[in-house]
């Protein structure tokens, strides 16, 4: 049903296109066809006519380990009972703009790869711009478990290379995500004969894209070229998913669909209500990395439920409608919001998202967002300042963010994608990990 409906809207639009080239001479189509500007008459890309370009690009690219994920709507929250009574996720309808997100974790070879980038520019010099970046390996350390060899070797150890890195905190993961975006686009440029490799860059002197762009780097010159935003060539900057966009990727509800009607409301990232596959000859199997009960990490010796102690390779287990793997255990997943209880009855219905720095209390549920408020009275604010005193009547704070998903410590609960819990962006643990995501440009769907 679904693809009958994108061939006939594809029809459609190829028969808009005949017959606006038909009628050519009445509308502007023709003289873009023909490269010139149907307001003007001036043409494109001409030396001769004041050079203004028009780049023949007309789709975005799709960055490394990025998948598509086609937009919509969905309803945001619980999907079964909140067995902690915490009522932060109230089912509600919002709709989420197509975007990209990786098709995996971020492993430790992945940031491994950054370590090293960061060791050559900043190394001799600001050596503490590489201490800052490095995970944590100290979260392994639990004061009544010998976990001392995941202390030592988990991050850097080839055998634990295609693992999911840990130990990373909010702010880490963000610098991360930048770094990311520049290296893809420098060797964008490379790829396109603007840039050569340059192997001398430094603290002072490196490519970032918003130095590019600006014209602070030159670098090592290729063909002449000086590419701008406009030439469609840069991407736009990796980054941390939204709460919204990682749980509706995590549902994935391309395969529970039916014209414009969800026919089922998942649980978990695949379809069943229970953590085992259903799927013929591997039935009884399980779908994730999690804890099952009280001491059983992996099961019995010979006959093991997930067969990892810890996290697992994060290309382990089954992918789910989006081709995204461990959307559920295997490590929860930092996403970019801030965290507050009520976020969920405040949130916008479209692309909803709390982190605008000038917006980050706005209707946080606090005594100075209800009606009762008076702002210029001082008992008000002082009463506000009670409900959101951290350290003393909560652990709440403009510090706070959200992660998602479960990890290999937890029980089925932290399975579902609707779950939500927080913790200092300052703060890492052994069961937080995190992926990246990217703004979709252009058309809603396709690569």
């Not at 994108?6 to 023909?34: D, H, Q, T, Y």
């Not at 790869?113 to 390996?137: C, F, H, K, Q």
């Not at 995941?150 to 995500?177: C, K, T």
């Not at 009670?386 to 937890?410: E, F, N, P």
């Amino acid at each position: 049903m679904r693809n009958k409906l994108r061939f006939g809207a594809i029809l459609a639009i190829l028969g808009c296109s005949i017959v606006l080239v038909s009628c050519g001479s009445f509308g502007g189509n023709k003289s873009k066809k023909s490269g010139k500007s149907s307001t003007t008459g001036w043409n494109y890309n001409d030396p001769n006519y004041g050079g203004f370009t028009v780049s023949s690009v007309k789709e975005q690219k799709v960055g490394p380990g990025l998948v598509a994920i086609e937009g919509g709507t969905f309803t945001m929250g619980a999907t079964q009972e909140n067995v902690y009574y915490e009522w932060d996720n109230t089912p509600r309808q919002v709709t989420v703009s197509s975007f990209f997100m990786d098709q995996t974790e971020v492993s430790n070879t992945d940031y491994l790869e950054y370590i090293y980038w960061l060791n050559r520019i900043y190394g001799s010099e600001y050596p503490e711009m590489v201490e800052r970046a490095l995970p944590d390996t100290l979260v392994w350390r639990n004061s009544m478990s010998y976990n001392e060899p995941m202390v030592e070797i988990y991050f850097r150890h080839p055998a634990y290379g295609d693992y999911p890195v840990v130990g990373v905190s909010w702010l880490q993961a963000n610098d991360y995500a930048l770094w990311r975006s520049d290296r893809v686009n420098e060797m964008l440029l490379i790829e396109a004969g603007v840039l050569k490799f340059d192997d001398n860059q430094n603290a002072e002197n490196h490519f970032t894209t918003d130095g590019y762009l600006a014209g602070t780097y030159t670098g090592v010159t290729g063909n002449g070229q000086r590419v701008k935003m406009e030439d469609g060539i840069i991407l736009p900057k990796y980054r941390l998913p939204t709460e919204a966009e990682w749980e509706y990727a995590a549902l994935g509800l391309v395969g529970n669909t039916e014209g414009e009607r969800i026919t089922q409301r998942k649980v978990y990232p695949w379809n069943s209500d229970g953590v085992r596959s259903q799927e013929k000859n591997y039935t009884g199997s399980y779908m994730a990395n999690f804890k099952r009960g009280s001491g059983d990490y992996m099961g019995v010796a010979g006959s093991l439920n997930d067969g990892a102690t810890f996290p697992a390779p994060v290309t382990s287990y089954w992918p789910n409608d989006y081709g995204l793997y461990n959307m559920a255990g295997n490590v929860a997943e930092w996403v970019l919001d801030v965290y507050r209880p009520l976020s969920f009855e405040d949130f916008a219905d479209q692309n909803p998202y709390r982190g605008d720095s000038d917006n980050l209390n706005y209707r946080d549920g606090d005594y100075m967002s209800t009606i009762q408020n008076d702002w210029n009275n001082k008992e008000d604010q002082d009463y506000t300042k009670q409900m959101y005193d951290y350290g003393k009547t909560t652990l709440i704070s403009d510090h706070s963010r959200v992660y998602k998903g479960g990890s290999w410590a937890d029980g089925p609960y932290y399975l579902s994608p609707s779950t939500r819990r927080f913790l200092d962006e300052n703060q890492s643990s052994s069961t937080i990990g995190f992926r990246c995501a990217m703004n979709k440009i252009g058309t809603t769907y396709g690569k």
